[in-house]
């Protein structure tokens, strides 16, 4: 049995005081330490806050992106290190606005999956097709480029999956539009038979979640699907309340009610 994770992208969002309310009022909703595991992928200037708040229990955080070097005259970046030094267990990789309005291409999202796992961070790494991708009926093909680019450094059979994959198809981020839970479910189970193509070990292992517009409403019947691990939540991670029902619709999941 695979956990389930919820996890939340609060993108360019948010100041020290709402990062301080928002984690607050998700350890006092008492979901965590109960699985599902959360983490919380705060802008960098919040990170420390956010440690601040949640340092000791089981809620967790990330980056919501790094570079590729360890140190270095790179102005303007952040290393794997120095997300480390702030608790961080996770961080984002590849995700579509990085790939679209940073021309992030699956080349360095290798380079940052490689250099995330260096430093001893988990890449939770986005995978999704645009919409005209979609609509030309090239989601499979795009999924396959965006899954091998990254399987040199996908972990070997008998390990723990080293990597987490959040499949977010881009025409569904921030419009409403969700995948419905078959059809997402369809798209999971290919991403899988990608990765068990390379190891059917892993394959079992690896947490796939999904992302694009996930909210309290259609949270719980997503995450039942069997290839769905959770959900990477944006919008609807800035509201405390929101989230927390998300989270909850998670932990129903698992207790099978
Ligand atoms: P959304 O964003 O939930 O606002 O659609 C998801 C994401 O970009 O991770």
Redesign the pocket.
Same mark, same amino acid.
């Given at each position: 049995m695979r956990a389930i994770m919820v996890?939340g992208?609060w993108?360019m969002n948010g100041l020290n005081a709402d990062a301080e309310h928002l984690t607050q009022a998700i350890i006092d909703a008492g979901l965590v330490p109960a699985s599902p595991e959360v983490v919380l992928f705060p802008p960098f200037t919040l990170l420390t806050t956010v440690q601040q708040v949640a340092k000791g229990g089981s809620l967790r955080w990330g980056g919501q992106n790094l570079f590729w070097e360890a140190h270095g005259a790179y102005t303007g970046e952040i290393s794997g290190a120095m997300l480390r030094d702030t608790g961080c267990r996770y961080v984002?990789v590849g995700?579509? *606005?990085r790939r679209q309005i940073f021309q992030e291409s699956d080349e360095i999202v290798l380079r940052k999956v490689k250099a995330a796992l260096h430093s001893g961070l988990v890449p939770m790494v986005?995978i999704g097709e645009t919409e005209q991708e979609y609509l030309e009926g090239r989601t499979q093909e795009v999924l396959r480029r965006q899954v091998e680019a990254i399987l040199p450094a996908l972990g070997s059979a008998g390990q723990q999956a080293n990597l987490i994959l959040?499949y *977010?198809p881009v025409w569904?981020?921030?419009?409403?539009k969700?995948a419905s839970p078959a059809q997402a479910q369809e798209v999971h189970a290919f991403v899988r038979s990608l990765i068990a193509a390379k190891s059917p070990d892993i394959a079992r292992k690896i947490l796939i979640l999904y992302?694009?517009?996930?909210?309290a409403s259609n949270a719980k019947a997503l995450f039942a699907e069997p290839d769905i691990d959770g959900?990477?939540?944006?919008?609807?991670?800035l509201q405390a309340a929101e989230f927390i029902q998300i989270c909850q619709a998670a932990h129903a999941v698992i207790r099978g009610l």
């Amino acid at each position: 049995m695979r956990a389930i994770m919820v996890a939340g992208n609060w993108k360019m969002n948010g100041l020290n005081a709402d990062a301080e309310h928002l984690t607050q009022a998700i350890i006092d909703a008492g979901l965590v330490p109960a699985s599902p595991e959360v983490v919380l992928f705060p802008p960098f200037t919040l990170l420390t806050t956010v440690q601040q708040v949640a340092k000791g229990g089981s809620l967790r955080w990330g980056g919501q992106n790094l570079f590729w070097e360890a140190h270095g005259a790179y102005t303007g970046e952040i290393s794997g290190a120095m997300l480390r030094d702030t608790g961080c267990r996770y961080v984002l990789v590849g995700h579509s *606005e990085r790939r679209q309005i940073f021309q992030e291409s699956d080349e360095i999202v290798l380079r940052k999956v490689k250099a995330a796992l260096h430093s001893g961070l988990v890449p939770m790494v986005c995978i999704g097709e645009t919409e005209q991708e979609y609509l030309e009926g090239r989601t499979q093909e795009v999924l396959r480029r965006q899954v091998e680019a990254i399987l040199p450094a996908l972990g070997s059979a008998g390990q723990q999956a080293n990597l987490i994959l959040a499949y *977010e198809p881009v025409w569904a981020i921030g419009t409403g539009k969700t995948a419905s839970p078959a059809q997402a479910q369809e798209v999971h189970a290919f991403v899988r038979s990608l990765i068990a193509a390379k190891s059917p070990d892993i394959a079992r292992k690896i947490l796939i979640l999904y992302g694009g517009s996930v909210k309290a409403s259609n949270a719980k019947a997503l995450f039942a699907e069997p290839d769905i691990d959770g959900g990477l939540v944006g919008g609807a991670s800035l509201q405390a309340a929101e989230f927390i029902q998300i989270c909850q619709a998670a932990h129903a999941v698992i207790r099978g009610l």
